[in-house]
């Protein structure tokens, strides 16, 4: 990629549904390809994934310099790698998601939580 990535790039981001979330994850683990990707995310959710759920969301990381891709074999298959900001990210989202569960551990832990 040519151009460099602009925090208003990466501002416009969001990662608000657990496939957005775990999709980031599984990069942060190594170079995967999209259809990887959904098949894992299949399993770690218990429901189907189709591309328009990925694709897109893969499209928005590479534009804002997160993500690299290649081609690999012959049928148009692409792989996709996180670049040193999209660890930066992975690293700030994922500490923001722990700030938001730590702090739910403590309601559920107090004894008066009113659950149905």
Request: with cysteine; hydrophobic share 35%.
């Amino acid at each position: 990629m040519s151009r460099k990535q602009s925090s208003s790039d990466v501002g416009a981001l969001r990662v608000n549904t657990t496939i957005k979330l775990y999709t980031l994850i599984l990069l942060a683990e190594g170079e995967k390809h999209g259809y990887e990707l959904m098949r894992t995310l299949e399993k770690m959710i218990g429901a189907p994934v189709g591309p328009s759920q990925i694709y897109p969301y893969l499209r928005k990381l590479e534009e804002a310099g997160l993500v690299k891709s290649r081609e690999v074999g012959s049928r148009d298959k692409r792989s996709y790698k996180l670049t040193r900001e999209g660890v930066e990210f992975v690293r700030d989202v994922l500490e923001r998601s722990l700030s938001v569960i730590q702090a739910a551990v403590k309601v559920i832990g107090r004894e008066k939580v009113c659950l149905p």
